[in-house]
């Protein structure tokens, strides 16, 4: 991995201060390269071809294309030997140099060829013309800003901003952030500053920027047969895992003791690895529900005798840490773990330069308790009215406590499938929102309509669950996961890989009924396809998601900070747009144990801090 910087003119020492930016995404080498139209930049996290003949930029034979690139190409062996077959010279033993030589025989056609994680940009030194493009699954992030005459792009917005642009508040971001919990694309919390989409090229021609969409999980045509499913999920995730072992440079296992990861590690055992690195992070804390996924990881690292590595994160630790985290986000992702992920990063990058990782799984294969509860609301809807309220009173009031309050619980069971119904798993609720943002910044549909045009105009409504999938893959996965996931790794020049995101196990996942992802605890075909590799008290353990004991925190070594934070006088420009009084009462609340408020009170702390850093410079 890598990070890219450039622009549409030429300063060098500009960019230059936008490679030293995020010089932590490429510590190994780096270059520029600088004409009378362009600036490209490049700092590179040397993996394939450790050698100074895959420093970047790189130019094809006749110098007339220049590439900076972000990630890895999985496939590039089997391109390269077709491309030398074809007459092409190559300079280097990396693969990145791939890109550039199908970029000559294909344009934007090349990346339909690509198995991999990118950003990348290729300048055509002739045609004065640039192209940016982004992987199919947004694994890697691509910003850029454009005002009609200045194009600037990055792998992080840090970078972006040392330029002398305006630091503004996009308040539609505003909004979404505090709806979500993280901006969906292509916002960012900054005004003219945007995400490239994944699956996206952007190219400037002539001044004008022109943004396509090249890939699309489009064929949803159901697999109705278990053993065909099965197979190909088998097939497909060895053949994945297998491509992303390949590096120059040590590999590790994020092992978290669940499904995704146990399934990755007993995959590489498989083929061949064996006394691998692995990495698991737990917490000062004794309830079982805080460290039983931790305690997990060693009894697998000890069944595939792993080389394994644990670290225990305190709730000093957070203190002294979450700043840092929330400069490398970039932008506010609110999310307790993220502290933990970043020590972990810091902590594997002793060890190794790449991990795998089980991120993924969870939205491919139905294991979160949401889909659950959404086919439930289906089934209940099929019930004969007569008979409803007396299974509602009998079986549904236990089973959803706790996820749902009994006074409106009736209304939820009633909304049809839609928008409506998955922001009401995905999203703050409006009594908070309006308590907390002063009215003159809220905009309560604002969401809800954004979610609407770009993703419930159309879907499957006899399966439901199978869109709502599709759309975490696409919003949550993309801008929260993912997201988080790369700048908490990059931070230490750490890459992350993901083996069940690759794109051909996406399209094979539409393809899968909910009904054969649904049962039991969930992920039920994805735990038959990997059934091997998971010892008994991984397949049968109960779905438990990914906690901190960062409520429990708050009350002790977080409680002078989050005061701090959370007043009036903490950051100036936010001032007007928070009743803090209100907030103060929230924060008591939680405090005194009165009641469960971390979600929102982690939010607001991503929020101000963040906005402290970047609008108080």
Known sequence: MCGINGFNFNQPDLIN???QRIKHRGPDQEGIYCNNSFSLGHVRLSIIDL???AKQPLFNEDKSLALIFNGEIYNFKELREKLVKKGHSFFSQSDSEVILHLYEDYGSACLEKLNGIFAFAILDIKKNELF????RIGVKPLYYYFDNKKLIFSSEIKAILEHPIKKEIDFNAFNHYFRLRYVPHPLTSFKNIYKLPPASYLSLKNNQVNIKQYWRVNDFEDIDSEKDIIEQI???????VKRQLISDRPVGIFLSGGIDSTSI????NELGHKQIKTFSVGFD?????FNFDFDTAKKISQKYKTDHHELIV???DVLQNIEKVIYHLDEPISNATQVATFLLSKFAKEEVAVVLGGDGGDELFGGYLRYRYSRLIDQWQ????????NFLTNFLLNYLEGHFKKDDLKRKLNLPAGVERYLLFMSQKDDILEETINHDYWQKDLTKDFYQEKYFQSYPKNDFEKHFMLTDMGTWLVNESLMRTDKMTMAFGLEERVPILDHRLVELAVKIPSKYKLKGEGKYIFKKAMNEYLPDYVLNAPKRGWFSPSAKWLRTDLKDFAYDVLSEEYCQGTRDHFDFKKIRKILDSHINKEKYNLTCIWALITWQVWAKQHLEL
């Open 132 to 135: 940016l493009a982004r992987d």
């Open 234 to 240: 088998q097939y497909l995730m060895k053949d994945s």
């Open 382 to 389: 099929k019930i004969p009215r007569p008979l409803r309220k």
């Open 265 to 268: 590690l007993g995959l590489v």
């Open 51 to 53: 050698s100074e003949r």
């Open 17 to 19: 201060k936008m490679n």
């Open 285 to 289: 804390i004794e309830p079982e529900k």
């Open 314 to 316: 305190s709730g000093k």
